[in-house]
């Protein structure tokens, strides 16, 4: 609000914050689309699962491997 109660209206034209902002937020865009288009997946472009994710997917307890946990006879 200003002195005389109104709402002002911030834009990159009358605030040098909003200005920054979009300038700071302009900059990463630029940075993430350089990335974007410079990544080169590892593992030949393949995605493997991690234990925990294998896990997840297929509901298996992992700790089953475990020595400890086996059963004996």
Do not use: C, Q, W
Not at 11 to 24: G, I, Q, Y
Not at 29 to 52: A, F
């Amino acid at each position: 609000m200003n002195d005389n109660g109104n709402i002002r209206l911030l834009t990159p034209e009358n605030d040098m914050r909003v200005r920054a902002f979009l300038s700071s937020l302009e900059e990463l865009s630029e940075k993430v689309e350089k990335i974007r288009k410079n990544n080169k997946p590892s593992l030949d472009g393949e995605r493997y699962y991690t234990d925990k994710e294998l896990a997840v997917s297929a509901k298996f307890n992992f700790s089953f491997l475990n020595p400890h946990h086996r059963f004996t006879k």
